[in-house]
């Protein structure tokens, strides 16, 4: 079972990582230099900071995972911590469908994939089985 939780950890290691560079990519992805002009200024910043803020816990969460694999899986501390990103996870999966819906291949496929972070990180935190 160990070699399973420590390869999930590692699999979600880079799950986050895709996802810090997906997030850097969202102003050419989305054209925000031109879309985001039609906000107000304040709403422009907000939008670019969390994104940018969201981009860094992604690459903390992927730090962690690469690199203190160990203290997640032997102490109370990293388990709570792997709790925590499953959550996270799974919170985005319902934020998706409550903001974006379920109507159309793109969200639905961005459900499951925020679905399948949240079970990455909830499989090293499932009691072991004998």
Not at 17 to 30: D, G, S
């Amino acid at each position: 079972m160990k070699d399973l939780t420590e390869t999930m950890i590692i699999v979600g290691g880079f799950f986050n990582l895709a996802f810090a560079i997906f997030h850097l990519m969202f102003w050419q992805l989305f054209r925000w230099k031109e879309d985001l002009v039609s906000l107000t200024f304040i709403n422009r910043s907000v939008m670019q900071i969390l994104n940018l803020c969201l981009t860094f816990v992604f690459l903390v969460m992927a730090y962690v995972s690469f690199v203190h694999r160990s203290e997640l899986i032997q102490t109370s501390l990293g388990q709570t911590i792997l709790a925590a990103f499953s959550l996270f996870w799974f919170l985005r999966m319902v934020e998706q469908m409550i903001f974006f819906g379920v109507k159309n291949k793109v969200s639905v496929a961005f459900t499951l994939v925020f679905l399948l972070g949240s079970v990455i990180y909830l499989v090293p935190v499932l009691p072991a089985t004998p």
